[in-house]
């Protein structure tokens, strides 16, 4: 028991919540053909790394099928066994707006931690607009009406969204924004909260992809520019899950070992720039999340 307390209080000195995530084996490029026994051991075998290197995850369950399967790890065993480093949203991906009726899952939007990700997106999916629109309307009612905060999904739509949450009363976390800026300075003063990228670090850091090409200048340039404005108890850093870092990294595929390795970069860099130590950075992201939460 002692030992076990010791590990604890020295992975809690260490934490850094990664804001958004998606279990691999939920995501279609890692589960893809998987058994459920194959995709439970590649969920766990993920778990297992993340609590080891003490990142408190937010998993954004975008369907009920991935809620349903993320309950296991929520409550792990029976009764002593304490939660594992796991929050998780829940809500009607804009990808799946066409698919399932917000107010069929009620019991689970009372159940999350927060509400998301939610909102709309015109770029990489097909499913029409005003479908989104209506689905996004109905959870931000739920939303309020639950005293739930949110988790935004705003890709291509950042203008329209950045509308329709005005006057929202709950918490507001943008996550992955990549709008423009004057957009971004919008939700900027409606006091949201933000998540960088993960592709954070490389845009901005690493020369080693030269030339570099405009939109990744463009990338970099947005990124400087949000660090510099997002006030420090308003920032966070995600990883959006592996498929999503294995994307912005141009690969196919990375073990989930790369995890802890590309928030450690993005919040060394996030920290750099805040003129911070990676630790003081790392606890400031607790206490962001506690706040956002309101706990
Ligand atoms: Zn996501």
Redesign the pocket.
Known sequence: MEKRKEYEDHHRKVCVPDM?A?LSCLTEEYGKGLSMEQARALGEKELEIRTRHGIITFF?C?TPGEWEFMQKYRFPGSGEEKERDILLSFGIHPWHADQYQPEDFIEYFRKCDAVG?IGMDSVWCDVPLPVQRRSFEQQLQIAADLHKPIVL?TKGQEELIGEMIRGFPENICV?WYSGDRKVFDKFLDLGCYFTCGPDMADACVKPGMEPRSHVQQETAELYRHMLKAIPLDHLFIET??IS?VAWAKGTEYLEPEEIPLVLGENLEYAANQKEQSGEEMANQMLHNLHCFLKR
């Open positions: 958004h998606h954004s975008g990700e999904h996550h959006d899950g999503a």
